[in-house]
């Protein structure tokens, strides 16, 4: 292929990358796919998937082309997932690539749900254009078709020496503004939210995305057997207090709890005193990662952001269960402190190592943004 | 001034700046210096001070000019330091500048040890140019001379969760080739490095500078009554085998301890199994920062390196005896491990607050410099 011509092609494939990216895994469980139109080098129609039951992203490409006028007969297509050829909510890409008469179909990463090689007639089909980066972005729903559980970030804001709160257990903003801005664009792009009770406890946050002003406006719909708008929040544990906490403003927060008596009882209590929408309690049988993460998969969640303290932290750390590890240090140092150190631990030579992608200056602040994958990537959101 | 003039006057300051940067702290305990020579806008001559006993910057300068052929007579001087005014081991440098007829005397830093004001015959004195830049050079020799102390940095390679060593104190090489070359070419560049004796013993480091390649040959002499070359080596107690510890390969190391009974036991077998150079013993009153820096102070040290391990850096931190931190992070996580944590500590808004200077990324580590005093200052080098 010719330089030009490749960098042409790929310079259409980033332009559905970028309208995947608009949608971000708001279409859990679904991917996110955009796809552009074009016809004598000019884009005639866009389009990205707005989750399951809505059109898939090439329908939503053609369709925007025949409203703008324009005939999508000849047209070259750049999908950002291989087209699908099989009927599940919406028919199958490919009779609708075929019936319009696309000439050229570009897609970037092949879907594993697509059985085998397929051809269109009257179609070119090329795939894996810009693969390595489609993948990134596809990584959440990646990693939920093949392990069957979200792709796992974990989150928190630590002093210099790695201490998440001062031996009292205080740590409400331990960074600054700035951090609280970036945490707040993450929240907006994750589905669910885990904290343990003791930070609901100590700090009695909202967990909400207030400071992130674009965020999208779509929600995630029907899980838990109500409508949660995204993300939705997971307390593990049931807190000594209900009734007075932040994160039930946002009226989408699940607690979950090994069935002890003593839990159940709070329940108990809480619902006799308030009869709250969209809270929900789930009982699992063991407080543990797997446990965790079997609850958010079935529940669709292609993304789990889980925000501390270091108890639950650790539970992911201990057990390697993430993807992914964000790290805010705050130019403070306290000596003693909540850290990861009552816990136990890795020996030299045995312990998690990860790989730096991520690196910025926050005022005072630094972000790390590591990767703990074996092949090393991250997503792209 | 106009502006084209005093970008003239900056630039050649910093010529001055580099030839400072040069000698370090080599210079101890005098304070490095460098002076250029101009006339007609060219430089005819430069030079710096290369420690007690040597002649002053201006000289140095004075006399390269004459020593290539130029009359010094109606040139312009731009020293980073106040000339001095005083007899000290050399004539003071404003007769020097009056005798040869210099015509204007540019300086960077206001000189502690001048008494007030001065004119010096013949010649137009203007000082304060680029004081900033300039006292971050000299900020070991200011500290050394205001708080009668010398300019500590303390310094330290941990994973992302705060532990410099894992549960069982093994610690070696926790960062990266691209971090070791940096410590070495900081190591070059101080006068002391101390370690704890629990880090000699676990570890058996070199403490030298052999990555550092274009490290300066000049030597700091007479110290602690032998000729030590630059950096002496302290450690904070006598550790359980002296004989084999790499340490001792530099021979310029001194052994400090509260003087008790087990520990003259172990140097008296030491001095009667080996009769080694350069090595010395001493005792001092209580193992704390005060006592520390005073015995470094005594001996001329501008600037003390600190390396651990974590008992030895809280020391410091926790009195808050220090001018920087560098701390190198792995990307390792540990959980339980050695860090600050088994002692004391700061609680939520007592906590040591510091202001960081400089975020390098080298490799998958990360370098962070941090200041920790109240004016924000660091030491350029």
């Known amino acids: 292929m010719a330089d030009f011509e490749r960098r042409r092609i790929e310079s259409f494939m980033k332009k559905a990358f970028e309208l995947a990216k608009k949608i971000g895994t708001k279409t859990a469980p679904n991917p996110p796919v955009g796809a552009v139109l074009v016809k004598e080098n000019k884009v005639i129609g866009e389009g990205f998937h707005k989750g399951a039951g809505f059109p898939h992203a090439e329908v939503e490409a053609i369709e925007s082309a025949i409203k703008n006028g324009f005939d999508p007969k000849g047209a070259d297509i750049f999908v950002s997932l291989q087209p699908c050829n099989f009927y599940g909510r919406t028919p199958p890409c490919t009779q609708i690539i075929q019936k319009y008469g696309i000439k050229r179909v570009f897609f970037s990463v092949y879907d594993l749900n697509v059985e085998g090689k397929y051809e269109i007639k009257g179609a070119e089909v ?56 970036l945490t707040h664009r993450l929240r907006a792009k994750v589905n669910f939210i885990l904290v343990g009770k003791k930070t609901v406890e100590a700090d009695n946050p909202h967990l909400d995305t207030r400071k992130f002003k674009n965020r999208d406006i779509l929600k995630m719909k029907k899980f838990i057997g109500g409508e949660f708008p995204n993300p939705v929040k997971i307390v593990l544990g049931i807190p000594n207090f209900i009734k007075e906490l932040k994160i039930k403003n946002g009226n989408n927060v699940v607690f979950i709890f090994k069935g002890i008596d003593e839990e159940f009882e709070k329940i108990r209590r809480f619902i006799s005193d308030d009869k709250a929408n969209n809270i929900s309690f789930f009982s699992i049988k063991e407080i543990n990662p797997s446990e965790i993460l079997s609850f958010v998969y079935e529940n669709g969640g292609l993304t789990l952001l889980v925000e501390g303290g270091p108890k639950t932290l650790w539970l992911f750390i ?32 045995e312990e998690l190592n990860l790989t730096l992608y991520e690196l910025k200056r926050l005022g005072n602040d630094i972000f790390l943004r590591y990767s703990a994958r074996e092949d090393k990537m991250i997503w792209d959101f």
């Open 318 to 349: 201990k057990e390697r269960k993430f993807d992914e590890l964000w790290v805010f240090i705050a130019p403070k140092i306290f000596g003693g402190g909540k850290g990861f150190d009552f816990l136990d631990s890795f020996l030299f030579g």
């Open 126 to 181: 090329i795939g894996g254009v810009l693969e390595k980066e489609g993948k990134k972005i596809l990584l959440p729903f990646l990693t939920f078709l093949k392990e069957r559980r979200p792709y796992v970030i974990l989150k928190y804001a630590q002093s210099i020496d790695g201490k998440l709160a001062d031996r009292e257990g205080r740590s409400k903003y331990i960074s600054s503004e700035k951090s609280l801005l």
